[in-house]
């Protein structure tokens, strides 16, 4: 479904991925690791239009993505969690999730919110409930749960677990994978919690200053 070939990224002159390989497919969930700058929200962000100028074979669903902008990415079923989260505090909670449904596709069946956001309270808006302020994990929290609620076929998340207390690595690892495995939703994930990763995904790519350096199953990691 996901097809990255030879792709050079750029940020100005900086030249970032360099002929970057991997592909995704259908109901796959595969993991992206890498060094700290190896490249990694680069190649989500590209797969987005998020950012980065890009030259190379990017294919989703045997379409051409370049030239295609993001909100049409998004209605193609692609789906990112951006490292940098947006909340809206003047929204309720259940709002903020339904923000994402513009991007789900009537033909998708629904994707039950996860149960790891089920126990915030949905109604008030969160800067009256929180005054304005949810802590880092909540946030991203919130933002995972939006993303799955958009119905992608292919869910990107980037860094989902970072400041996240251990049990509720556990509760979203748990969650992740039930939403991708009753959705058959596929999933690309950044991540440097590796426990979390082995959890979440079948298949593992390596990103060392914008080369791919390994792939294959967990077990030849
Ligand atoms: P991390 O694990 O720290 O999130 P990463 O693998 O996601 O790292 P990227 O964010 O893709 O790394 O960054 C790759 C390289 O691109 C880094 O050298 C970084 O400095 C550079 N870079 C990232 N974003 C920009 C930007 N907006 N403008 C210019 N350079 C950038
Ligand atoms: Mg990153």
Not at 2 to 10: C, G, I, Q, W
Not at 50 to 73: C, E, M, N, S, Y
Request: with cysteine; charged share 20%; proline share 5%.
């Amino acid at each position: 479904m996901l097809e990255v070939r030879e792709l050079d990224a750029f940020y100005g002159d900086s030249h970032i991925l360099l002929g970057a390989q991997i592909s995704v497919k259908a109901g796959q969930r595969v993991a992206l690791l890498g060094r700290n700058g190896a490249g990694k929200s680069t190649l989500l962000k590209s797969v987005m239009n998020a950012g980065p100028r890009v030259r190379g074979i990017l294919r989703f669903d045997g379409k051409d993505l370049h030239g295609v902008p993001t909100h049409q990415r998004t209605r193609m079923g692609l789906s990112l969690v951006p490292e940098d989260r947006r909340i809206f505090t003047h929204l309720t909670v259940a709002e903020n999730i339904a923000m994402a449904r513009y991007g789900a596709s009537p033909t998708r069946p629904a994707v039950p919110v996860a149960d790891i956001i089920a126990r915030f309270p949905m109604l008030a808006p969160l800067q009256q409930r929180y005054g304005g302020q949810l802590s880092g994990g909540q946030q991203q929290l919130l933002a995972v749960a939006r993303a799955m609620a958009a119905n992608p076929s292919l869910l990107l998340l980037d860094e989902p677990t970072e400041g996240l207390a251990p049990i509720i690595v556990e509760e979203m690892a748990r969650d992740v994978v039930r939403t991708c495995t009753e959705g058959n939703v596929a999933l690309l994930l950044c991540e440097q919690n590796i426990w979390f990763a082995r959890r979440c995904t079948q298949y593992v790519y390596v990103i060392d200053t914008g080369r791919v350096v390994f792939e294959g199953d967990w077990e030849h990691f």
